[in-house]
């Protein structure tokens, strides 16, 4: 079985331009987290999406939106890049009938804005 | 002061040596998770705990609920455990993961 899938790997953007990242979950997996990662630093968590709504959100600027497909997949897309949104961004995946509590991680998408 | 801290940032040990890597935490957690993280960016979860101990293969993981203080150990270690390892947490009714910082962790032959 896939595990969580993300395009793209990476990515190159200059600042003001838009992006859209993908994530496929696990198949069976209703539940989608999206986090941020900046070099040298811990995830941040952005979105949680759960049977296509929006059930928790970290503190990120509205430019920072996402949503989630009838199929569970999920996009996040950032406005108005700044080079501060150069991270990896990670998807995560879970089910509520899987082990409780646990996620599975995707190979992250790397962004650089210049 | 962050939700979950991890401690040391950084670790440099020789082949066989034994490891130990702190995580603490403020809140109240449903679950602790223990992550690795390659260069290149993959993570990989190692384990998840909401008491006690858990074991696989070389790694050890324990968690002290009441000291909110979780340890992640590596035996017998080798150059290719070296890795960033996180530690995060799932407070009690939410659904995200705070993590700490990580423990950059760099085993020399």
């Known amino acids: 079985d896939a595990g969580v899938t993300q395009s793209p790997t990476h990515l190159i953007k200059t600042r003001g331009q838009q992006v859209t990242l993908r994530c496929s979950p696990i198949?069976?997996?209703?539940?989608v987290s999206w986090y941020q990662q900046v070099l040298g630093q811990g995830p941040q968590f952005i979105f949680q999406?759960?049977?296509?709504?929006?059930?928790g959100r970290g503190n990120f600027p509205d430019r920072f939106s996402a949503r989630q497909f009838p199929n569970y997949s999920s996009e996040l897309n950032v406005n108005a890049l700044l080079l501060g949104d150069s991270a990896l961004y990670l998807c995560?995946?879970?089910?509520?009938?899987?082990?409780?509590?646990?996620?599975?991680f995707g190979p992250g998408t790397r962004l650089l804005v210049l | 002061k962050n939700e979950v801290e991890q401690s040391p940032q950084n670790l440099t040990a020789q082949e066989g040596e034994f490891i130990t890597i702190n995580c603490s935490y403020s809140v109240g957690i449903s679950a602790l998770h223990w992550l690795q993280q390659h260069p290149g960016g993959g993570i990989v979860s190692l384990f998840m705990?909401?008491?006690g101990k858990k074991k696989h293969g070389r790694l050890i993981a324990t968690i002290n609920i009441q000291e909110k203080h979780s340890s992640l150990h590596i035996t017998a270690s080798h150059p290719r455990d070296s890795a960033v390892y996180i530690c995060a947490v799932r407070s009690k009714g939410a659904q995200k993961l705070v993590f700490g910082q990580g423990t950059r962790l760099t085993i020399n032959p």
């Open positions: 198949s069976g997996h209703k539940s």
């Open positions: 995560a995946s879970s089910s509520p009938t899987g082990t409780p509590g646990a996620q599975y």
């Open positions: 999406y759960y049977e296509k709504e929006e059930r």
């Open positions: 705990l909401s008491s």
